[in-house]
């Protein structure tokens, strides 16, 4: 009957979805579910409901729907026509099958231009739209939002090397200048502890980490704690726990290990204060399991994924997995370390890898690398369980030279920034991690950076 009813109603030009303003499946069963509980209302009550009671049902949140008794009239007998049922289907639908609306943005910085361009990201469709780009600085690269979501850090690269905080206004987005503070180096990469009390950063060509405090209000301090590193740091960051903190050591090979003292932050190695990988790995950024017990972390010479498990009580990595991205039909020579003035290897003709970033989903089950000299990012199943990493596929993509990628809040689209491109695209992320490109924006020159954010939409 339910079927009956939609079916005639849209045969008469008129649509709950489209009045309602949804589209697709979701809003089809949405609104079936509604029409169904709807339909169970009425026959227990409809012979005894006033217009105001359907206008009450209709318009109210659900979990006020238990006043519906009260609210019958006991004696006015009205008829409800089958316009009136389907205007209530589709709201009591609504309220049942809708989730809470959420906006979800994107920064992405640009240092040729010294910008940082604000997106908005349509998590149902995928589609991707330009809000505004705020002047930063020059050689404005990594950045980092802070756990409550209310700030963004963004490091600049070029003398004098300094950290920008901008508060993140909520519902839009709009990045208000905060504060700015100085850095020990220029770093290639940022993050925050979870407490949002402690900025990280490493740096490449000086060979460090970096540790400084975060106040209250979202302002880094001028006082910071140096770690000296083998040669060229390139990513640091604390685990779900927040009890430890790893970096990549790409020039020695080494993912460093340390534990974090809550009270100033200090860094104090784990055994050895290292694991080592393979030679020539070129061990680069990192992602953690949500559940904190694994660590995945990309080689950038080698194109591999190398997982390991978190020893829960003393933070020792153990290697569990390793899987290789590169498939051999890209005819990639082994990667080499490389300087800011070789960045391209523009002496060495040779096609090489050149891994970048590594993002997880939410739901840990796939993960993605980006390689720069094909442009291409390549995907991987993972086993939560066990912390087993799976090659899938390699997918091109049209951004050129892709630095950076990011995984949308709901696990349903992949970000990807060029560095030689004028545009990021958005690619949708099918079952098995099949990436097909369905939005692009214009970007800044030399985009690098992602960082994305989900905020109630006000």
């Not at 903190?245 to 340390?258: C, E, H, K, M």
Request: glycine share 8%.
């Amino acid at each position: 009957m339910a079927r009956q009813a939609l079916d005639s109603s849209l045969a008469g030009g008129w649509s709950a979805s489209s009045w309602l303003g949804l589209s697709g499946n979701e809003s089809r069963l949405t609104f079936l579910c509604g029409l169904f509980i709807t339909q169970l209302l009425l026959s227990e009550y409809g012979h005894r409901m006033t217009d105001h009671a359907g206008i009450y049902i209709a318009t109210r949140h659900t979990a006020h729907l238990t006043r519906l008794v009260p609210r019958i009239h006991p004696t006015t007998i009205k008829r409800f026509t089958m316009r009136k049922v389907l205007l209530l289907a589709a709201a009591v639908g609504c309220s049942f099958g809708l989730p809470v609306q959420a906006a979800t943005f994107a920064y992405i910085s640009s240092p040729a231009d010294g910008l940082i361009s604000q997106y908005r990201l349509d998590e149902q469709s995928g589609a991707l739209s330009l809000v505004e780009q705020t002047k930063a600085g020059d050689q404005v690269n990594p950045m980092a939002i802070s756990p409550d979501g209310k700030a963004l850090f963004a490091a600049l690269r070029s003398k004098p090397y300094q950290v920008l905080s901008f508060s993140i206004e909520p519902a839009t987005g709009h990045l208000k200048p905060l504060s700015q503070a100085p850095l020990a180096e220029s770093l290639a990469y940022l993050s925050t502890d979870r407490s949002g009390r402690f900025l990280f950063g490493a740096s490449y060509g000086a060979d460090l980490l970096s540790v400084q405090p975060i106040d209250a209000q979202h302002r880094p301090s001028d006082s910071i704690e140096t770690y000296k590193t083998g040669m060229h740091a390139h990513s640091v960051r604390t685990d779900p726990s927040n009890r430890f903190v790893y970096a990549g050591n790409l020039g020695v090979d080494r993912v460093l290990q340390y534990r974090l003292e809550p009270k100033d932050g200090k860094l104090v190695p784990i055994g050895e204060g290292f694991v080592a990988v393979p030679d020539n790995t070129g061990p680069r950024h990192l992602a953690f399991s949500s559940d904190g017990r694994f660590l995945y972390v990309v080689g950038e010479m080698s194109g591999t994924v190398t997982a390991f498990l978190i020893n829960e009580k003393t933070g020792a990595l153990k290697q569990v997995s390793q899987a290789d991205g590169i498939p051999a039909r890209l005819k990639l020579a082994p990667g080499q370390a490389r300087d800011a003035r070789n960045n391209d290897l523009k002496d060495d003709p040779t096609p090489r890898i050149w891994a970048a970033d590594i993002r997880l989903a939410p739901d840990g089950k796939l993960l993605f690398i980006s390689e720069r000299t094909t442009s291409s990012v390549s995907v991987f199943k993972v086993d939560p369980a066990k912390g087993n990493v799976t090659f899938v596929e390699n997918y091109p993509v049209e951004e050129k030279q892709p630095r950076n990628i990011a995984v949308s809040p709901n696990g349903r689209w992949l970000l990807v920034s060029g560095e030689k491109s004028d545009k990021v695209g958005s690619y949708a992320i099918g079952a098995s991690g099949a990436l097909k490109r369905v939005s692009e924006a214009p970007s800044g020159k030399g985009a690098l950076w992602i960082e994305m954010l989900s905020q109630p939409d006000k």
